[in-house]
């Protein structure tokens, strides 16, 4: 039972360490052929977004909506991806409880 409770804290060390980690590293995504650039980190938070100026068009506000909401929610995708991948590293595939800090896990 100690040896037990010894990787179970073990694991609660990594996950807080990956915590940190995956709020510094980031993500990003385009639309629109790279007129809209989104970077997110791994905690799925907006970092910067990025618009061309040609992508500017007053006259279709819609088209530059569309392109914005499709990078942000590519980049929020990738970054979802990155989590489960690092979350499976640390605990070895062990399907976990939702956690608090890990959105969507």
Do not use: H, S, W, Y
């Not at 990594?14 to 997110?40: D, I, N, P, S, Y």
Request: no cysteine.
């Amino acid at each position: 039972m100690g040896k037990m409770l010894k990787q179970l804290e073990k694991v609660q060390q990594e996950m807080a360490r990956l915590q940190e980690e995956l709020a510094q590293r980031e993500v990003e995504a385009t639309a629109g052929g790279g007129m809209v650039k989104a970077v997110v980190n791994g905690r799925q938070e907006l970092l910067r977004l990025e618009i061309a100026r040609e992508a500017v068009d007053p006259d279709d506000v819609e088209l530059l909506q569309d392109m914005i909401v499709a990078a942000v929610n590519e980049a929020n995708r990738k970054a979802q991806e990155l989590l489960q991948a690092e979350m499976a590293r640390v605990t070895g595939g062990l399907k976990l409880p939702k956690l608090p800090g890990f959105p969507g896990f």
